[in-house]
Each structure stands twice: as C-alpha cells, then as structure tokens.
C-alpha cells in the first residue's frame, strides 16, 4: 500500500464509480481494478462492496476512508509548506477565522507575526465556523480559529484549544423599541422579528434558548451566512440577532445596543483548532504563542 493506492480508493468514493475514478486518473478499468484489488489484499479484506449500480464501502472500507482523507490533508499540507519554504526562507501560513476573530485578537497577533519574521507570507480565509472546519480537514488550513464546538463529531481529527469563553447578546438597532433600559423575558424575545446566520454555533443556541423555556423558537425573518450583513441588517431595522457579547470595535457595531435579558444564559468557547498528529509549522506555532499571549489578558479569557 502506498499514497497512490489511497488516491484511487478516494476517488472511487467519491464517484461512486470505479470506471469514473479510473477515468480521473486517465487509467484504463482493467488497470485500476487492479490496483485497488492490490491496496486490499495489502489488508485481506474486502473494503469496497460492489453492487449493480456503482460501488459503498463495507465496514472496513469506511475506517480506511477517514484514514485516508487524514494522509491525504497531512500530504497536502506538508507539500505546500515544502514548497513555500523553497521560494522563500520562512515560508507561509493559511489560516481560518471568524468574524469575531478577525475583529479582535487575531490582527494583532499576525501583525506581531510578520514584524518578527519578515520574509513570512500569510493568507486569512474568513468564513463561518462548519465551513472553515471542513477546510481544515482537507487540508487547505493551517489552523483554525473559532468557536471549538466544531470539532464535535471530529474529535479524532482536530485537537481544540480553549482561549476564551463567550455569553451570547441580544442585539438591537440604538433607538429600537427595546432599546429602553428595561429588562425583558424569553418571551418578550419571541416576539422580535430576527437575522440569523447559517449553521452556526450561536444558530443553535438560539433554537436552544427557547426550547428550554418551553417556546417554539422563531422563524428567521432573514438568514444570512456572513455576519457582517447580519449586523448591518440588523443596524438598519426592527430586526434582532443572537451574537457573541465581545464586541468589535467600528462600523456596524457602533450602531447596535445590547437587549436586557436576564434570563439569557449561553456562551461558548473559541480558540485553536488544528489537525491532531500533525506538527504545524514554525509560523504557526509563534502565531497560536501569539495569541494564547493575548487571550490571556482578555476579559473573557479562560484561565
């Protein structure tokens, strides 16, 4: 068995098909059925089931899959970063984040970065938290930084570092209706037309929050995947949304207050997530120093 061998096993999940991942690899089916017939008679044991309309996985064949898909992100990664040292003498970094990162620790942690290693070239990919996750599973990140609830179902595959703790917030144009000092219930809350994003940590805290009360949560009014729409919306209507309390400086937040409402309790953790059994490289290693050296003075820091 080899990297070669665990390619062509990919590609036939992927296409379901052996005659279209032969196709992929510009093979003939005869010379890919051999191939894959070797990768199992490496391990004496079927690991794909053939039917009469394509091809699934049998048992063991899944366990390989998230093998494999883990060899294939570490491979990925390695090659890259041996060739971002070969073009330069420090190398670079892709790292994910959110938008409550991005507009808090992580600028001055990478601006610290590149002060203390010149020649090093950074790539941010913004997004939300599940999309950046899959990115850094297949390799195409570095690390990760957001909320670490999203390694749940991964735990085998990405190690979370917890940096800071995080209450929810009700937030409200200034001069909205609720913008009054007084304090409000969950079901004063239900009665808010609300922006909320897609597939997020917060998403499901906000379902949770009125179920726990006993209230069907809300539908939408409008859903969003970024959240800088979602905050100018909100800036500029009757509209509500469920955000995380620390607060970015500069447009839209300059425009929003946050709603009273004691009976709110939700937080989540955020910090570090990267691929587990892997070494990071240099840069990647002083910018989460970096930033654990920053989180540790904040005031929602985890200690």
């Known amino acids: 068995m080899n990297h070669h061998h665990l390619r062509l096993f990919l590609s036939v999940l992927e296409h379901g098909s052996m005659s279209a ?30 039917l009469p309309r394509g091809i699934r996985p049998t048992a063991a064949g899944r366990l390989l899959a998230g093998h494999a898909r883990a060899v294939a992100a570490s491979y990925h990664s390695t090659v890259r970063h041996i060739d971002s040292v070969a073009k330069s003498q420090t190398g670079e970094l892709t790292v994910g984040a959110g938008y409550y990162w991005l507009n808090g620790l992580l600028p001055q942690a990478i601006t610290k970065l590149v002060e203390d290693y010149p020649g090093a070239r950074v790539k941010i990919v913004s997004g939300l938290p599940g999309n950046l ?69 917060i998403r499901k805290s906000f379902d949770m929050l009125f179920e726990a009360n006993g209230i069907k949560p809300p539908e939408p009014t409008v859903e969003v995947d970024n959240a800088v729409t979602a905050l100018e919306l909100v800036a500029g209507s009757e509209m509500a949304t469920l955000a995380g309390s620390v607060t970015p400086l500069g447009t839209p937040w300059k425009d929003l207050v946050q709603v009273k409402c004691p009976d709110l309790v939700s937080w989540r953790d955020g910090g570090i997530l990267r691929r587990k059994y892997e070494m990071l490289p240099e840069l990647g290693e002083h910018l989460c120093d970096q930033v654990r050296k920053l989180a540790k003075s904040h005031i929602h820091a985890i200690v």
């Open 21 to 50: 991942a032969a196709h992929e690899f510009g093979m003939t089916h005869s010379a890919f059925s051999k191939q894959i017939g070797r990768l199992e008679a490496s391990f004496g044991i079927p690991l794909l089931e053939r």
């Open 133 to 201: 996750t899959k990115q850094l599973l297949d390799g195409a990140l570095d690390l990760v930084f957001g909320p670490v609830a999203f390694r749940d179902g991964h735990t085998d595959k990405i190690e979370a570092e917890s940096l800071m703790r995080t209450d929810s917030a009700v937030l409200v144009r200034k001069g909205h209706t609720f913008d009054d000092g007084q304090k409000y219930s969950i079901e004063d809350l239900a009665l808010l037309k609300w922006v909320m994003l897609n597939g997020t940590v």
